[in-house]
């Protein structure tokens, strides 16, 4: 039924599953949005302890874009016809994922040496739980991506619109938990 | 199909499908049938969005009579305060405390807890998820002319998390120390400090996983709604040529999928001080006069979190009833909807201005007074896309040919109600008479008019008028007028004498009145209003019964389009299959309110504009 309803979309410009993500996407971004205006009003309200942000997330950050450009030229592979390079920038991705998910804790292990616990104050209790919900983020897109690398080994290699089309919405996906991550770092420096 | 006896009008609407619809080659595989072949795919994990309105609704229904119940054994307590309630004891067990005497006294812990149910499931669970989600499951495939929803696997999720929450929050009704009963709104720190009360504890722990499953579960669906209204819309139909419901239901979801995931936010981070010992909400506070470890947090974050879902969620539950009454009086007064673009533009300007008066609940929490301004402002400017409505609903109804049956009669209903409660709107949103009026039996009295009785009246009017499309049959009409006349007479008997209670001053949430000498007087009015309360209630369950009867039993739809309706759920064969269309998907030639036209009494949105028309510049 999945496949009877979502067969002829040549009257669309954008695939309805592709929309429905964009829509879901625009839904997790009034999550965060909660959050750190949440951290504006609360931080206005004094009782702030000011402290520096870990490096360890800016290293974590370069390697959450490499991430991005990976995954992209992964596609681009795919469409191509690239085998192998696809099957290579997939599993890259994959684990730039885990690196990323081992840094971000590696910040926390580097907040925590400095004194700041999750309870010490809200202003670390926001940024653990912010990066905490945006790792969860991240673990779906993980999940997302193993269903990509099974699909990219177990399967004969072949470009069909619906192969394409699962890939691209992982990409996009995984686009989107990168660039947000970098509104969340720039939202923490410019706040601090 | 065999019982589908054919008009000529319906034989015309088919060649006109055969001929200008498209051929989607749906039929050509056979996936309808094979994910519909067992009692479990159609019954129960159906993906198939008419049954997963039936599931939606039944649902619901179960929950309305839950939650309606709860507020009768509270208004007992309010009305009679000294009979005894030891009656009860079968089934209320240890919330009923029966000395000596053998009178039997409602625990005061349990009072909260009932209030706080009440508010939940009916605002969430009755309202939100039992008219949004059946009204738009059922209507948006249809009225758009699509096979089903973009999704219908995320749609069957949908309607399963919301079993899923519904599941858990009934066990929190169960657990020893009873259910989360620190008001709907769940303000910490009652909500925040699991040693704030007894309900606090497990109960307050259940609420918080069954709501956040329920925002999962509207989130799913939302996203659904909003990709089929954009993407799978037949050829010609733009959205200028949207009925009403589906703006309705459309921007509904829009608003949903936008205020839902702030909910989300406010309760991750409830759930960090609740288990781990953060402070985000909760600052310096003795319990058993023991200082707690928490320092810094402010609870009015919470509470600025909390509306910022709260505001938008009122109109998540009006505006699909006001969608639903749109069309319904169009169709029962046989003329076409008044203004039908400032229908949609107040649509619009209402989900944009639910976004900007939040803070109108929170007048009394220690806002700046001069923030308090901009919402003050705001919150008096919805009155006028909503004047703008009620204008049109009744421009609508005027010199129309109008047919009263229980449909119409609830549609009628919906927009006094509407007005009803809309004006004492205006007096709350006044930051200066809130001073006053909140907390009180005012505050009461307006929103259970306005998006309580109101609401429930849209989906009244849209359950008698789509029933046969759902069971193929009519409910009961004499039963149906019983229920209307019962509940109109009984809700504003309840409603009306309470804002004199709030304008007296008697506060909300109150569990009895006995020792304050400035309320014992309104005793005989608080008698008065359970009475009400009993009778309405038992109108309901006319109502419930009125619906199970008619699936088996209820005068049979012959012909498929019984109300004479132009838009496309009614072009669809009486019992209809999986894909709602047998043959090719119709394609749109008009607006869906072409009533009383060219001396016709309607013409279906299948049919093409006549020369004449064409003529004279029509374009809608």
Known sequence: MERAVARDYSRSRIHPKKFALWVACGSILMMFAAFTSAYVVRQAQGNWLEFELPNVFFVSTAVILLSSLSIHLAYRAFKGGNERLYKGLLVLTFIL??????LQYQGWL????????????PSGSFIYVISGVHAAHILGGLAALIIALIHAFALKYQVTPARKLRLEMTMTYWHFVDFLWIYLLIFFITQS | MANDVMT?????????????????????????????????TTYIFSQDHKMIAKQFLITGMFWGFVGGLMSLIFRLQLGFPE??????????????????????????????????????????????????????????????????????????????????????MFASLFVSTGPFSGGWTAYPPLSALPQANSGSGAGMTLWLVSLTLFVVSVLLGGINYITTVLNLRTKGMTMWRLPLTIWAFFITAVIGLLSFPVLVSAFLLLMFDRSLGTSFYLSEIFTGGQALDFAGGSPVLYQHLFWFLGHPEVYIIILPAMGIVSEVLSVHSRKPVF?????????????????????????????????????????????????????????????????????????????????????????????????????TYFVVAHFHIVMGVAAFFGMFAGIYNWYPKMYGRFMN???????????????????????????????????????????????????????????VFAVQVIFIINFFYSIWKGKKMTTRNPWGASTLEWTTPVETGHGNWPGNIPTVQRWPYDYGKDGREFISQVEPLSEQEKKAGVNH
């Open chain 2, 83 to 168: 009979e005894s309630l030891a009656w009860l004891k079968p089934m209320l067990g240890k919330w009923i405390q029966v000395n000596d005497a053998g009178i039997g006294t409602l625990a005061p812990d349990f009072y909260y807890a009932l209030v706080t149910m009440h508010g939940t499931i009916l605002v969430f669970f009755v309202l939100t998820a039992g008219l949004s989600g059946t009204f738009s499951n059922l209507l948006i495939p249809l009225q758009v002319g699509a096979r089903d929803m973009a999704s219908p696997l995320l749609n069957m999720f949908s309607y399963w998390f919301f079993f899923l929450a519904g599941v858990i």
């Open chain 2, 339 to 439: 203004g039908y673009k400032a229908m949609v533009y107040s649509i619009l300007a209402i989900a944009f201005l639910s976004f900007i008066v939040w803070a109108h609940h929170m007048f009394m929490s220690g806002v700046n007074p001069f923030i308090s301004n901009f919402f003050v402002i705001f919150t008096l400017i919805i009155a006028v896309p909503s004047a703008v409505k009620v204008f049109n609903w009744i421009a609508t109804l005027y010199g129309g040919n109008i047919r009263f049956n229980s449909a119409s009669l609830f549609g009628i209903g919906f927009v006094s109600m509407f007005i009803s409660g809309g004006l004492t709107g205006i007096f709350l949103g006044n930051s200066a008479i809130d001073i006053q009026m909140h907390d």
């Open chain 2, 8 to 40: 000529k009008t319906t034989q015309e609407e088919d060649v006109l499908i055969q001929e200008l619809g498209y051929d989607d080659h749906f039929h050509e595989h056979h996936e309808g049938d094979k994910y519909q072949s067992n009692f479990i």
């Open chain 2, 477 to 535: 009409e004499t039963l149906g007028r019983i229920h209307f006349w019962g509940t109109l007479i009984g809700a504003y008997a309840i409603f009306w004498p309470m804002h004199y209670l709030g304008m007296a001053g008697v506060p909300r949430r109150y569990y009895s009145f006995d020792s304050f000498d400035a309320f014992k007087h309104f005793a005989g009015m608080n008698k008065f209003i359970t009475i009400a309360a009993i009778l």
């Open chain 1, 97 to 102: 994922g885990i690196a990323f998910l081992i």
């Open chain 1, 110 to 121: 580097a907040m925590s040496h400095i004194g700041i616990e999750l309870t010490t104050n």
